[in-house]
Nanobody, 124 residues
Framework: QVRLVESGGGLVQPGNSLRLSCVVT????????IGWFRQAPGKEREGFSC????????YYKDSVKGRFTISRDIVENTVYLQMNNVKVDDTAVYYC?????????????????WGQGTQVTVSS
């Protein structure tokens, strides 16, 4: 059974940092890419980062480039999202998803499996 479980969300002040985790069971990170999405109230789910299965190459949308870092631990089968210098606009529910590759990584309909999400609220 495939499961993706996000954790690490919470309330954080603007400019501070947060690290999210996505623990994956039932599939290997060496065969599946993992993408991070977020969904703010009233908005569509937005894909913004991906880490490939084959070589760990990373991809970012401009909105998070330079502030967020995606990484993975193959042994722990876990993908991380380090969020630095967070902004109020980063407030959303954050999801990880599994896909065969990072091609079209921002498109939610390309993903086969999803976690349940973790809430990130950026507020002073």
């Amino acid at each position: 059974q495939v499961r993706l479980v996000e954790s690490g969300g919470g309330l954080v002040q603007p400019g501070n940092s947060l690290r999210l985790s996505c623990v994956v069971t039932g599939l290997s990170l060496e065969r599946y890419a993992i993408g991070w999405f977020r969904q703010a109230p009233g908005k569509e789910r937005e894909g913004f980062s991906c880490i490939s299965s084959t070589d760990g190459r990373t991809y970012y949308k401009d909105s998070v480039k330079g502030r967020f870092t995606i990484s993975r631990d193959i042994v722990e089968n876990t993908v991380y999202l380090q969020m630095n210098n967070v902004k109020v606009d980063d407030t959303a529910v954050y999801y990880c998803g599994a896909n065969y590759g990072c091609g079209s990584y921002t498109r939610a309909n390309k993903y086969d499996y999803w976690g349940q999400g973790t809430q990130v609220t950026v507020s002073s």
